[in-house]
């Protein structure tokens, strides 16, 4: 063999070795993914002072809960906050009136540990849901109401995952007994 395909060769198994080592895991699956799921069962979201944030907000509840409500013994708080802002896109000159706009829904959160008041995660999540604006003025309204309801719930999914990330790094709190004891 040629000197380039026998370099070929040892490049092709390295890169094999490096990939066989990798150690990666889906997020809800296996023992971890029950924990993990029992952790998200375990928080408790601050109280919204926007619409939008009451949109992030029930969503989260939602996905967290998996449709069974907010947790009553609350392990974690998320305190959250949310709002959005709608801009106009394209002008229409000869009637100086937008037909199309964005909203961009712009989240924070902060996930505490209840024991110890320690953060474990947070972050700023943003969402964009483009529009058309209609020329009645109710159908627009209900146009960016739409959209903020659209965005806030894909800005829910993304802390949503954050969330599922920062508990999993978390050690289990009722730790199982050793089998010695």
Partial sequence: MSRSRLRALALSLTAVATLASCQVRPLYGGAEGTALN????ELSFSVPTTPVAQYVRNE???LTGGGAGESIDAKYDVDLSAFA??????????????????TIVTADFALRRREDNKLLATGRRRATALLD???QEFAKLRA??????RASKEVAEIINADLAIALNKEPPLDLPKSPAE
């Avoid at 029992?38 to 069962?41: E, I, P, Q, R, T």
């Avoid at 802002?85 to 964005?102: C, F, K, M, N, P």
């Fill in 38 to 41: 029992a952790k998200m069962h």
């Fill in 60 to 62: 989260l509840i939602f």
């Fill in 144 to 149: 960016i109401r739409d959209a903020e309801q």
């Fill in 133 to 135: 604006f209609p020329s």
């Fill in 85 to 102: 802002v709608t801009s106009e896109l394209l002008q229409d000159d000869s009637s100086d009136t937008a037909s199309a706009g964005r």
